[in-house]
């Protein structure tokens, strides 16, 4: 399987989860889920840490930690809830790492971010959107790792919200040993144009939030354009 299959394979994964989400199911429940699914479409295992779906909701969205910490929470999924699903599947060392935050109201998943009812909710995923957008505009053959850093928490910091992850960074490299991966930080002047690939995973809250936001695509460059796999 090539990444973009195993991508297509992330993005079903998630368009499942939505269908099946609904109020009083645990986050266990819904994390054995994605896995038994992704297991039976096509992956062979799971490359971080052996954890196929990290599932976090309500407060514990804005939390960030390692795959080796973490645990999945006893949270009980209410008719108005966030949860934020991301996924590792791989095949023959050949690896997917995709995530959606989902906002459940009044016991269904709002499908257009519009339709939020909650400001920082829909604010959030709107933020996250944007993060995206800018960052495809702003990359080229010829960007750095560390230049996507700063300029990428520059605009979370101008628009008021705040990078969660433990670790600071942004994203990484897709390679086939997690150990090996490069990432998006501080001192790291590697082009972007030189790996085969990397995920874009901005996690953030608005300062002093008990709720996150994640999306998190890979990108790569093909013939010179930025394409998300």
């Known amino acids: ?37 992704m297991i039976s479409h096509g992956a062979d295992s799971f490359w971080y840490w052996d954890v196929g779906a990290f599932v976090f909701a309500s407060d514990k969205t804005a939390v960030s930690v390692s795959g080796r910490e973490y645990k999945t929470d006893d949270h009980i999924i209410a008719p108005t809830d966030i949860i934020t699903i991301d996924l590792s599947p791989q095949n023959n060392c050949i690896w997917g790492d995709y995530a959606r935050t989902l906002i459940l109201e009044n016991g269904k998943i709002v499908k257009d ?60 490299s897709i390679v086939k040993d997690k150990n090996q991966r490069i990432y998006i930080e501080k001192g790291n002047v590697e082009k972007l144009s030189a ?19 994640k999306k998190e695509n890979i990108y790569c460059f093909q013939c010179g354009v930025l394409k998300e796999l």
């Open 1 to 37: 399987m090539t990444i973009h299959e195993m991508q297509n394979l992330s993005r079903a994964t998630i368009e499942y989860a939505s269908t099946v989400i609904v109020p009083g199911m645990s986050l266990a429940r819904l994390r054995k889920m994605c896995e038994e699914y």
């Open 113 to 172: 971010i519009e339709e939020i009812h909650n400001d920082e909710w829909r604010n959030g995923l709107k933020m996250a959107e944007y993060l995206h957008e800018t960052m495809r505009s702003f990359a080229d053959e010829n960007t750095t790792f560390e230049e996507l850093f700063y300029f990428i928490n520059d605009q979370i910091k101008a628009r008021g919200y705040v990078n969660l992850d433990f670790l600071g960074n942004l994203g990484h």
């Open 195 to 213: 790996v085969e690939a990397f995920t874009f995973e901005p996690h953030i809250s608005l300062p002093g939030s008990i709720y996150g936001f």
